[in-house]
């Protein structure tokens, strides 16, 4: 069963903006990754984050996690038209290799 | 590195016909991942190996639907027979030490069945 759940709100926002993501998941995890997928693209890995680190950052990413309540967020700051795309995270439980993914939440950035 | 190479990019049959997707991982890559993405479900994982061989096939929906490495730069995944059910992208995806690590995506194949 997948594991990774996004909010289900597409985002609307205007160049410069903020856009933050959540993702919820339900068991015990090894670590959780958010991948990023233009249309008509395979998915591209943007950040994983290990179940011992509670934040991490990637150029314009800000990732954070909390295990004890599940739950996973992606910030993208200073959004540019570019980042228009649609976001998964993914999780793998421990001792297993299925990374399973979340419906992906589209993000839409007007220049 | 020319990334991870999926061939064709769109295919369309006919119900009834055999179909064959083909992927060429990253040299070096020892976990190969076969997903199918589609409006209704989402990202599903049908199959992955380790070391070219089939590590965890539950994934795979039907007796219609196999899979084969022969060699570690080369797998197919094979319908036979196709249904319009089946319609959906096919990912290939290969990583270095399988979910513990960053999964790198083909293109897809996109496939339509009528």
């Known amino acids: 069963s997948q594991q990774g759940e996004e909010d289900p709100q597409a985002l609307s926002i205007q160049e410069g903006e903020n856009a933050t993501m959540n993702c919820s998941y339900k068991t015990s995890i090894n670590n959780l990754q958010w991948y990023r997928q233009n249309s008509g693209r395979g998915l591209v890995h943007l950040i994983l984050?290990?179940?011992?680190?509670r934040e991490k950052h990637s150029g314009r990413l800000r990732v954070t996690l909390d295990t004890s309540k599940k739950s996973s967020s992606l910030l993208i700051t200073a959004s540019r038209a570019a980042d228009t795309a649609s976001y998964f995270c993914a999780t793998d439980s421990y001792g297993n290799n299925r990374l399973a993914f979340g419906k992906g939440n589209q993000v839409v950035v007007i220049p | 590195d020319a990334g991870v190479i999926q061939s064709p990019r769109h295919e369309v049959t006919e119900m009834g016909q055999e179909v064959t997707l083909r992927c060429k991982p990253i040299s070096g890559h020892d976990y190969l991942f076969w997903y199918r993405q589609t409006m209704m479900r989402g990202l599903e994982l049908l199959i992955y190996f380790n070391n070219n061989v089939p590590i965890d096939d539950s994934g795979m929906p039907e007796d219609r639907f196999s899979a084969k490495m022969p060699n570690a730069s080369f797998s197919t995944l094979k319908i036979q027979p196709s249904e319009p059910r089946d319609s959906a992208v096919y990912f290939c995806a290969s990583s270095s030490t399988g979910g513990n690590s960053p999964l790198h995506f083909g293109n897809g194949t996109r496939l339509t069945v009528t």
């Open positions: 984050i290990r179940s011992n680190e």
